[in-house]
């Protein structure tokens, strides 16, 4: 198989997360924290989706005569991963702090409402109690010197 069928069945499976990915969006509420950050990883998406599919165009032209690849088709690339990478990041946030689409209703609340999020307040705000744990014994940074 060429590389260049094989790019191509990379970017077949895209519409199908999209379309789950846009569907889920509209679980979300407006106006909180988790749909701003699902807005801006849509949108990221959708922007490295078209730019990949722009640069396999202007790559596929010279393939057949072995020819180097061009700074703007590198720098296109660059951009692109990089891109890739903070939506990735905002993706992982949706999932593992505001539990979207995979926690439960308790876990999911600090995305779901508007306002200050209760984060900012620090990460002991969530605790009944807002003194530190104990420092266990067994630390050897409590021994005494």
């Known amino acids: 198989m060429s590389r260049w069928k094989a ?11 999209a379309t789950a990915g846009f569907l889920g969006l509209f679980a979300i509420p407006a106006g909180t924290p988790a749909f701003r950050t699902a807005l801006a990883h849509m949108t990221l998406n959708l922007l490295v ?31 692109s991963v990089a891109a890739l990478a903070v939506s990735e990041h905002l993706g992982g946030k949706l999932a ?25 307040a620090g990460p002991l705000a969530l605790t009944a109690d807002p003194s530190p744990p104990p420092h266990p014994r067994s630390c050897p940074c409590a021994s005494p010197r």
Do not use: C, K, M
């Open 7 to 17: 790019a191509s069945f990379r970017e077949i499976p895209t519409p199908a997360a």
């Open 49 to 79: 989706t078209v730019a990949y599919a722009a640069n396999f165009g202007r790559r596929h032209g010279g393939y057949a005569d072995g020819g180097s690849v061009g700074t703007g088709q590198l720098a296109l690339s660059a951009v």
């Open 96 to 120: 593992y702090r505001y539990g979207v689409r995979v926690a439960d209703e308790d876990t999911q609340a600090e995305g779901y409402t508007t306002g200050r999020p209760a984060a900012a």
